[in-house]
């Protein structure tokens, strides 16, 4: 079965330390994104990628830090500069760049819901 | 810049029809989509419309695209109590393969 998985389901975290929500993809796409969501609010983006070994910030990047080493995997560190960490985290992934008839469709992930103790 | 709107609640009956609407302001959105979130779960590809089309139906959805008024509606038909969830509508440009996300509308279904 191709699918997006995300681990650990639920996270603690005390405040000052770093943690790194896990993000997997058998998909064979290009392009990852991370995206976090707070109660009653959409999706806001944190980091994306279009290929190995490259990324962007998105709108919300300070406090957070990704890498991209190998093309399934999208690990973000959520760093103790992150204020207010406690939130829901999404991982998605794409097809790259499909042109101007392209489908962007994202798959998500399940999510991970991280909490500052 | 790129802009996404909708509703935050909607209230409807079992059994009755939702909608679901939703505004963009880019004019070169290439695909508009929908995406149902159900409590604690990531999102899922509910349904999406290539932006040349002005309807799409499948099964209990049926999308209707106004591109000259950017406006963007979600009808369930014959709404299950399943159907409670959050819906997001999102927008693809033609510039780069992100999406414009709207802050989704929580749909509540009453007895």
């Known amino acids: 079965d191709g699918g997006i998985t995300q681990s650990p389901k639920y996270l603690f975290r005390k405040e000052g330390q770093n943690v790194t929500l896990s993000c997997e993809q058998n998909l064979n796409h290009d392009a990852m994104y991370w995206y976090r969501q707070d109660p009653g609010q959409g999706l806001r983006l944190i980091y994306y990628?279009?290929?190995?070994?490259?990324?962007q910030k998105g709108d919300i990047a300070e406090g957070y830090s990704v890498s991209r080493e190998k093309k399934e995997s999208f690990p973000l560190t959520v760093t103790s500069a992150q204020k207010n960490p406690t939130a829901f985290y999404l991982c998605?992934?794409?097809?790259?760049?499909?042109?101007?008839?392209?489908?962007?469709?994202?798959?998500f992930g399940p999510g991970t819901r991280l909490t500052v103790l | 810049g790129e802009d996404v709107e909708q509703s935050l609640f909607l209230s409807v009956r079992e059994g009755d029809s939702s909608v679901i609407n939703c505004t963009y302001t880019?004019?070169?959105?290439?695909?508009l989509y929908w995406y149902k979130q159900e409590p604690g779960a990531g999102l899922q590809l509910l349904t999406y419309?290539?932006?040349n089309m002005d309807m799409k139906q499948d099964q209990r959805l049926t999308v209707l695209l106004n591109k000259k008024d950017k406006h963007l509606s979600l009808r369930i038909a014959d709404t299950q109590t399943g159907d409670s969830a959050i819906y997001f509508c999102?927008?693809?440009?033609?510039?780069?393969?992100?999406?414009?996300w709207g802050a989704g509308t929580k749909l509540i279904i009453k007895p």
């Open positions: 990628s279009q290929i190995v070994n490259d990324f």
């Open positions: 999102a927008e693809s440009l033609d510039s780069n393969y992100q999406l414009i």
């Open positions: 419309i290539f932006s």
């Open positions: 880019d004019s070169s959105s290439t695909y």
């Open positions: 998605a992934s794409s097809i790259q760049w499909a042109g101007l008839a392209g489908n962007n469709e994202q798959f």
